[in-house]
């Protein structure tokens, strides 16, 4: 198995920036990717980011590119979800997922983290 945990979620102005990470523990050796996708109350799901294990491929929502940047850190088996120019319709619950195509189930989600932005 594989456990994301996220944290970092917090009451942010609009504008500003935050830097929530997402732990991965567990069958590391496992993860294709490692991603983020955000739930505002009342909405679906939203893909926000994600990036491969290896190598540096990353992808963006549409609504988060040029603002967003996701990144890794494979020693600490961390990627972190730079948010820059926040607005209050980034606000939901942010949630990091990770795939991993050989072990089933293919995918772990972790508990979620609450971002609020104020306006």
């Known amino acids: 198995h594989v456990q994301p945990v996220e944290s970092g979620g917090a009451l942010v102005q609009a504008a500003g920036s935050l830097r929530p990470p997402c732990a991965a523990s567990?069958?590391?050796?496992?993860?294709?990717?490692l991603g983020w996708v955000r739930q505002a109350p009342g909405k679906e799901r939203e893909f926000v980011a994600s990036?491969?294990?290896?190598?540096?491929?990353?992808n963006y929502g549409d609504s988060v590119k040029g603002r967003f940047t996701i990144s890794r850190d494979n020693a600490k088996n961390t990627v972190y979800l730079q948010m820059n120019s926040l607005k209050p319709e980034d606000t939901a619950v942010y949630y990091c997922?990770?795939?991993?195509?050989?072990?089933?189930?293919?995918?772990?989600w972790g508990q979620g983290t609450q971002v609020t932005v104020s306006s």
């Open positions: 997922n990770a795939r991993t195509p050989l072990l089933i189930p293919s995918n772990y």
């Open positions: 567990g069958r590391t050796s496992s993860i294709l990717s």
């Open positions: 990036i491969m294990w290896s190598g540096s491929s990353t």
